[in-house]
């Protein structure tokens, strides 16, 4: 009988795109130094409105250093809890709690096959064992089980610093920080992130760039490690109706090795019904610092809220 995996596989990556985080990498090494919970199209508040958001996503994370600095072999697992509140006309208070984790999984029988049917290079997947944990980076930290971390809690000022009939132009301010670090899962130590972002919207047709940069102190498990102590995260989106892509490109702070890399993902998403939203990221080469794919599922729950209300 025909190994059914691949078949199953492409199904699945063509019936069930499924939304990542609005813009957090799903890569643990770097994002556990800085997490960029914010959406790129949420909607602009009025004074006192409030809107809210639970997104819960899990991605493939696979990358064995060439330098044998580190094995990447895990799934994530992570759930976003956003709080946005309409200040004034111009000003929105966010507050975003993260949980995150790492764990065994499921997918990597389905990516094994999706890469034999279409002839994609397998990267060493066969030479280990599915469906495991091994997380390690040079000597500092070594996890082998599944575990997971509460954090970071991030507090953003964002501001319309420019608004015509179409065109739109913000900024945006955060403090981001944790109750306590966990070696290669999450810093100890706060962050300061600075963004803007410019869109354009008419109907149901938008798209936008969006860029933050996130300034942190390295942590006491990465002491010794050369590191500029910064992550660029740049955007570019489109939105028609219910469907949206968007591309985006993320610095790495390390300076050497393969985690050196920036990262590069596509995303391809749309909503089924309003206040449920469903996409696919998918990482670019040279793939050494964001997940091989990542699946989730976004709800808006003001919106969900408006509609069983109506109903």
Avoid: C
């Avoid at 998918?282 to 997940?291: M, V």
């Amino acid at each position: 009988m025909r190994n059914p995996i691949p078949a199953v596989g492409l199904l699945m990556l063509m019936i069930l795109p499924v939304l990542s985080p609005a813009a957090d990498p799903g890569f643990p090494l770097v994002q556990s130094l800085v997490s960029f919970p914010f959406g790129e199209d949420d909607p602009r508040l009025e004074p006192g409105q409030v809107a809210a958001s639970f997104t819960l996503s899990g991605g493939n994370v696979f990358m064995v250093s060439a330098e044998n600095a580190g094995e990447h072999d895990f799934e994530t697992l992570e759930a976003v809890l956003a709080l946005r509140i309409g200040i004034s006309r111009t000003l929105t208070l966010e507050v975003y709690s993260r949980w995150s984790g790492i764990y065994g999984g499921w997918m990597d029988g389905m990516i094994e096959g999706f890469h034999d049917a279409f002839g994609l290079p397998d990267n060493r997947r066969p030479m280990y064992s599915r469906d495991r944990v091994m997380y390690a980076f040079r000597d500092l930290f070594e996890h082998r089980r599944s575990m997971g971390v509460t954090g970071p809690f991030t507090v953003s000022l964002t501001a319309d610093l420019a608004r015509r009939r179409y065109f739109g132009m913000g900024g945006r301010l955060a403090l981001q920080a944790s109750p306590a670090g966990m070696p290669g899962l999450l810093s100890e130590r706060p962050a300061l992130i600075a963004g803007m972002w410019l869109r354009w919207q008419r109907g149901s047709r938008a798209l936008g760039i969006s860029g933050d940069v996130g300034f942190f102190k390295t942590p006491e498990w990465l002491e010794g490690i050369d590191i500029t102590p910064r992550i660029i995260m740049a955007r570019a989106w489109f939105r028609l109706g219910w469907f949206r892509t968007r591309i985006a490109w993320r610095s790495s702070p390390y300076r050497s090795g393969d985690v050196s890399d920036a990262g590069l993902q596509i995303l391809l998403g749309f909503r089924i019904f309003r206040g449920i939203e469903f996409r696919i990221q998918e990482d670019l080469a040279p793939f050494h610092t964001t997940p091989d794919i990542r699946f989730g599922i976004r709800l808006r729950l003001d919106e969900l809220a408006r509609r069983l209300n109506l109903e």
